[in-house]
C-alpha cells in the first residue's frame, strides 16, 4: 500500500522537522549497512497481574528511528526506506483507551512508505538484522520472526553486531531535533532540582522532597527517566529508599532527571545543606567535588579523550584531601595508586540521549572506543565511557565524594591504604556522607555547553537558592 | 539452621503483630492444603536497559505470607512451616545500595524456621504447587525449580489450582494487619484526591492534576496502585494520557490510588467540575451516578450477591436517564435490554486487596464464585465480580456515566436501541463526557464501611471542596 503524503497529520508536535529528521536518521544507517533491518517498539511489563502494566517504555533503537512510542510495533529499515508493521486498535480497545490513530495515518506520521499488520512481518524478514528487546515477550516475537535466538548486540551474531555499531555511529553524535528534546528534558530537571531545594528547609522525609521534585516531571507530560535518588544517605550510590528523615545537619544528595515524552533523558546530581547552609566541614569537601566538576567540564572539547576526564576528576580530588589533610602524598601518585577510588569510586560519567546510560542495552559496545574494555583497576573499573570526545556528544560530568563503609571498612583496603589516610582526619568529616555535583555537557564544534547550567553549583548559591 | 526468635528485628514497622499474622496466615493455609508450596518474590523487569528497571514490585501472594518486597526471593511453605530462600548481597551490591540485611535476620522478621541460599531450592522442590510469577526471568527459574511448565493458575495443574483456590479462600477476607493497611492506602488516597480538587481552578493541563495527586503518594513512602486516569475525556475508560488542557466547561474525572509500602491497594474515583460549578446538565447527570453509588453502598452486607448490586446500579442509572428523558421505557426491561450499559458498560466493581482488582492473575479464580462464568450480555460481561458478600471482603463502588463515541455511534446498536434512546434529548448533555464515583467499601458482620467516605460524593460538597 503506498500511502500519499498529502495526508494530514494527526499531532502537531509531530511538525516538518522530526519527520525530516527520522528520514535522514534512517539515511544515515543505510550509508553504513547493506541488509534490512527491523526493531521492535517492545510491549508493557505487567506488574501484579497482567492487565496491571508498568508505563510502556518504547525501544530506544525504535525511537530513534520511528520517533513516537508505539506499543507492539515493527519497523523495517532498508535502504532508507520504512516500512511500519503494527495491528489496528480493536473495537474493544476503544472503549478502554480510545480512539487510535489508524496504522495509515501512523505511517504518514512518520513518513514510512508502506504498512502492514504483524501477521506480515515473516515475510520481511529474511536476512533482517535486529537489536534485542529488553522484555522477554518481544524477544520471543523476534526470535520466532526471525527464525533463530536473538542475543544482546554485544554477544550477537555477525549481523547484529554490525548493526548495533552502526547505530551507536549515530546515536553518539545529537542531531538538532534530539538536542531540542534533551534540552527539554534538561529544562524541567532543572526547574525540578529547584523545587526540591526550595522546599529542603520544611521537609521532614526523602520522600517529600522526592514528591516535589517528581510531580515536576510529572506536571510537565515527562517521566523520570531513572529511579530518583533522594537521600541524606549519599554515600549509598543508587539509593533507591526515601523514608529517611532529614535532619538540620544533613546533606541531601538528590540525583534526578526528567524524560520527554519521545524518550530523550536529562541527568542531575545536586547535593545541598538541609540547614540551609553548608558545615565547615561540608563546604571544605563539596569545594573539592565542585573544583573537580569544573576543572572536568572546562577541559571539555573535540577530541579530548573522557577517560582523561575522569583522571583529571581523580586528580582533582586527591589534591583536595591532600590539602585537608585526608589524604597524604603526591597527588599524582595517589591518583595511580588508586587511593582517589577509596572516596570516588565510579567513573566520572556516562552518554545521556534517549537513555540515561546511552545505549547501555548494547554493553560496552557505545561507551568504549572498539579494542578498548573495561580496565580492573579499583578506580577505573566503574568508568562506563572510554572514548575521544566528538562534536554532539552529551555526557555526564558528575564527580562524587563519599565515605562508604563497604570501602572504608575493608580490612584489605585498609592495610593498602594504611598510611596514604589519614584516619584521624577524616574522622573529623564525619557529618559528609556522600557529595555529588552532576551537570549534562554537550560537546560543541569548539568547545561545551553544560545543558543544565541554569542550576547553581557554587556552595554560596546554593545557601541563597534555599534561603531564596 | 535453626534461628532463635530472640534475635534483633531490624524495622520497626514489622512489629509483633505482623509476624504473628503471617503465621496464622501461613497456619490457614496450611489447615485447606496437604501438599507445600513455593511462592517467588520476582525479579525487577528492565525497562529501556537492564540496569534501568521499573520499580519492583513483589509478588501478591509472596507479600501476602512473607509481609516484606524482598526482590528475587522464595518462602516454602509446609504445613504451616515457612523456610525462606535468599542470596545475600554482593559487596558491589553493598557499593551501590548499601547494606542489606542478612538472611537470618530477614527469616527472624517474617518468623522463617530455616533459611538457606537460592541454590538449596530445588532439593526442597518435591511434589510442591506454585503461582505463576509475572516477570519471564522468574517464570523460567519455577520451571527450572520445579522441572515442569508453570502456566496461569487458572489454566493450571491439578495441585497449583488447588493451591491457587486455598489462597484464594483466604485472601477474600482481609484480616486486622491487612485492614489497617488498606486503611493507611485509603487514607492518603483521600488526601491525594483532595488535594487534585483544591488545585483544579488553577490548572491547565490534566497532568498538573495528575502530579499534585500522585505527589501525594509520592510523598507518603506510597507508590500509585495503578496508573492513574487524570482526564476530561472520562468516556476513555482507561485513558493515561494527561496533555488534554482543562477548561472552565469540563469535567474532571480522577481516578486514582495509593499503594502502601506492603503493597496494599486504594482505589478511588471522583468527577469533579473544573469551573467549580457542576452545569445543570453535569448536575442531573451527575446525580443519576451517585443516586446509583448510593444505593449500591446501602444494599452491601454480608450474603448480598455483588452481581446484585450491579443490577442494582443498573436499575438506578436506568431510572435516572428515563426521568431525564435520555432513555424511554421501563427502567428493568431497559436493564433487561442491556439500555443502560449504553452508558454504563462496565461493572459497578471488583475486589480490593494486595492488588487493584484483588487475585486478578488468578483469572476470574477470585472474582467469580466457583461454577460461575462471565456472561456475554453486553451489560454483563465486564462484570469482574459475582460471589455472595461475606465479612471482610473489599469491595469497590463505581457506577459510571459515559458517552463513548465507539459504542453511541455503532449502528448496529444504535439499530437495536433506536427507539429506547431519545437522541435529541442525549444532545443536550453534551458537556458530559464521562461521570464516575467510586468508594471502597468493607463488608462487616452487620453492613458495610466506606473506607474512602472522608471525601465527599455529594455534588454541592464537592463544588464546596473545589472552592475552599
Not at 47 to 53: D, E
Not at 247 to 263: F, H, I, P, R, V
Not at 332 to 359: C, I, K, N
Amino acid at each position: 500500500m503506498q500511502i500519499s503524503s498529502t495526508q494530514p497529520t494527526l499531532d502537531n508536535s509531530l511538525s516538518q522537522p522530526l519527520a525530516e529528521t527520522l528520514r535522514q536518521r534512517r539515511q544515515c544507517l543505510a550509508n553504513q549497512i547493506d541488509f534490512p533491518v527491523l526493531l521492535w517498539s517492545g510491549r508493557s511489563s505487567p506488574r501484579n497481574f497482567p492487565a496491571n502494566v508498568y508505563p510502556f517504555r518504547a525501544s530506544s533503537h525504535f525511537l530513534y528511528f520511528a520517533g513516537i512510542a508505539l506499543e507492539n510495533t515493527v519497523i523495517r529499515l532498508d535502504g532508507g526506506k520504512l516500512t511500519l508493521f503494527m495491528d489496528e486498535g480493536t473495537a474493544a480497545a476503544a472503549l478502554w483507551h480510545g480512539d487510535m490513530p489508524k496504522r495509515a495515518e501512523l505511517a504518514v506520521q512518520i513518513g514510512a512508505e508502506e504498512a502492514f499488520p504483524l501477521a506480515e512481518l515473516k515475510s520481511y524478514a529474511e536476512g533482517a538484522a535486529t537489536i534485542a528487546a529488553q522484555d522477554a515477550a518481544t524477544r520471543l516475537q523476534q526470535s520466532h520472526v526471525l527464525n533463530r535466538i536473538i542475543l544482546p548486540a554485544n554477544q550477537s551474531q555477525s549481523l547484529d553486531l554490525s548493526l548495533a555499531k552502526a547505530i551507536v555511529s549515530l546515536r553518539l553524535r545529537h542531531d538538532p531535533v534530539a538536542l531540542a528534546e534533551l534540552k527539554k528534558a534538561a529544562a524541567v530537571s532543572v526547574t525540578a532540582h529547584q523545587t526540591g531545594m526550595q522546599i529542603l528547609p520544611k521537609a521532614r522525609v526523602e520522600s517529600e522532597i522526592r514528591a516535589a521534585m517528581e510531580a515536576v516531571a510529572i506536571a510537565h507530560n515527562m517521566t523520570c527517566a531513572y529511579r530518583s535518588i533522594i537521600t541524606v544517605q549519599g554515600e549509598v550510590l543508587h539509593n533507591d529508599q526515601y523514608h529517611h528523615p532529614i535532619t538540620s545537619g544533613d546533606l541531601l544528595l538528590a540525583d534526578m532527571g526528567a524524560e520527554t515524552e519521545a524518550g530523550w533523558a536529562a541527568d542531575i546530581t545536586r547535593t545541598s545543606p538541609v540547614s540551609g547552609q553548608f558545615s565547615p566541614t561540608q563546604r571544605d569537601l563539596y569545594d573539592v567535588v565542585l573544583a573537580a566538576h569544573d576543572a572536568c567540564i572546562a577541559k571539555i572539547q573535540p577530541g579530548v579523550e573522557y577517560r582523561e576526564i575522569h583522571l583529571l576528576a581523580a586528580q582533582v580530588i586527591a589534591e583536595g584531601l591532600v590539602n585537608l589533610g585526608i589524604l597524604r602524598g603526591q597527588p599524582d601518585a595517589l591518583v595511580e595508586r588508586d587511593a582517589h577510588a577509596l572516596f570516588f569510586p565510579h567513573g566520572v560519567g556516562h552518554l545521556l540521549g534517549l537513555d540515561v546510560h546511552d545505549m547501555e542495552d548494547l554493553g560496552d559496545l557505545a561507551g568504549y572506543e572498539t579494542g578498548r574494555h573495561r580496565s580492573d583497576r579499583f578506580g577505573l573499573g566503574y568508568l562506563r565511557l572510554d572514548r575521544p570526545l566528538r562534536p554532539g556528544m552529551l555526557v555526564t560530568i558528575e564527580p562524587g565524594f563519599y565515605q562508604v563503609p563497604a570501602i572504608l571498612q575493608d580490612p584489605e583496603r585498609r592495610t593498602t591504604y594504611a598510611e596514604v589516610v589519614n584516619w584521624d582526619r577524616l574522622a573529623q568529616f564525619s557529618d559528609v556522607r556522600g557529595i555529588r555535583i552532576e551537570d549534562d555537557v554537550l560537546v560543541t564544534e569548539t568547545g561545551y555547553e553544560v545543558l543544565t547550567a541554569a542550576l547553581p553549583t557554587q556552595a554560596e548559591a546554593i545557601e541563597a537558592f534555599i534561603a531564596s
